[in-house]
């Protein structure tokens, strides 16, 4: 799987990462949980992306590290309106992977005048690697852009998928020219695009791209924009990280493939 960097180059991850949202929870409810991560790192997916507003996430993944920690970018959040349980957050995420957040970010946008400055603060005493922030709606990316245009985050995470392109108006231009390293989230469109796959004889010209499934056309659509470096997929299954993290490979789609699979992603 290829690696792509984030924050100026400090940090170098595989493409795909795992997003934990309910999936954590749904593995530990089978008893899987470890074996989730286990399989992940297995599979060459190096970054986890949890958060406060993930039920049990984070906990679950700390136990699912144990013994691994050192093998992944844990990528968690701060999120709260309460400066005060912003710092009881980070203190908790930085006792669970062992001293550090490789990457904490603002989920949702809430509070970060409040909550900048103490991250900035963790990251000189060496709790925080990273800083980012995250929202999920299109009509926050104004305010977004306004904090990433004050230079003092490292990286943003956004939906991107054939069906939420808003970002391509703004946000990712503007992450090119800063430096800014961009997290996918929702690159399945929340289940969406995949309650109808197109045949296998649909798919057929992207098998030069090493594609055999519909997940991993709609992974490489997101990952072959240069300007994106992880795309967060989230799943309770350990048989699926295999798949999930082979469409993290080159080649990756010009701009036909990529036109191919948005007609096929608006057409089911």
């Known amino acids: 799987m290829e690696n792509r960097s984030l924050g100026g180059g400090r940090v170098s991850v595989p493409v795909v990462g795992l997003g934990t949202w309910q999936r954590l929870e749904a593995a530990a409810a089978a008893g899987r949980h ?26 679950l993944l ?8 050192d093998q992944v970018v844990v990528a968690d ?3 709260t309106p309460s400066p005060e349980e912003g710092v009881a957050q980070l203190a908790r995420a930085a006792d669970w992977y062992g001293g550090r957040v490789d990457l904490m970010q ?7 005048p409040e909550h900048l400055p103490m991250l900035e603060a963790a990251r000189d005493q060496g709790l925080v690697g990273l800083i980012g922030a995250t ?18 985050i490292d ?63 709609l992974l490489k659509w997101g990952l072959s924009d240069p ?22 490979s080159p080649p990756w789609f010009g701009p036909e493939e990529r036109a191919f699979v948005l007609d096929l992603a608006t057409a089911n």
């Open 227 to 248: 300007r994106v470096h992880v795309s967060l997929a989230a799943t309770a299954h350990p048989d699926r990280l295999r798949e999930n993290a082979a469409a993290g």
């Open 34 to 59: 470890r074996e989730l991560i286990d399989t992940a790192i297995a599979a060459g997916i190096r970054l986890v992306d949890t958060s406060p507003m993930y039920g049990a996430a984070e906990r």
């Open 135 to 152: 929202h999920y709606s299109a009509s926050a990316f104004p305010e977004l852009a306004e904090l990433m245009a004050t230079g003092r």
């Open 106 to 112: 603002i989920h949702n946008l809430v509070a970060w």
């Open 62 to 69: 700390a136990e699912a590290l144990e013994g691994t920690r």
């Open 77 to 79: 959040k701060v999120w």
């Open 155 to 217: 990286t943003v995470q956004v939906p991107y998928n054939p069906l939420q392109r808003e970002v391509e108006h703004t946000i990712l231009p503007l992450a090119d020219e800063l430096g800014l390293g961009v997290l996918l989230m929702r690159p399945l469109g929340e289940g969406r695009l995949v309650r109808r796959q197109p045949s296998p004889a649909e798919l057929a010209p992207l098998r030069p791209f090493g594609v055999t499934s519909w997940v991993q056309a």
